[in-house]
């Protein structure tokens, strides 16, 4: 099973590694279902950008990106070249270490836990 680490922009938050993760499963899935902040208010259809991530590694194990997503991207804040949206990266690698940095959700309007 998939292993995902998450850092964050907003250093009061601390590292978290999640471990065990199955494939066909999101990034944003991956938050929601270990208590990890991330905005989302499209409901994963890939219709906005506030799920706004950095893949620092392991990209290559993530379902490959679509015209769509790189479009909203576009419209995220600060968006670089490691950019993508949670709830379009479907990992699909049962053995990937992923290496995600969560960037500071203060700055986003959207969803709350």
Known sequence: MAT????????TI?????EGVETDVSILE???DNG???NHNCGEVCAC???HIYVNEGGEALQEISD???DFIDRAINPRIESR???QSVILDADAVIEVEIPDQRRIIGHEH
Do not use: A, R, Y
């Not at 995902?4 to 250093?11: A, I, N, Q, R, S």
């Not at 601390?14 to 999640?18: F, G, H, R, Y």
């Open 4 to 11: 995902v680490k998450f850092t964050f922009e907003d250093k």
């Open 14 to 18: 601390p590292p978290q590694i999640v």
């Open 30 to 32: 991956v938050t929601e």
């Open 36 to 38: 990890i902040h991330l």
């Open 49 to 51: 950008s506030t799920c």
């Open 68 to 70: 769509k997503e790189e």
């Open 85 to 87: 949206l949670g709830c």
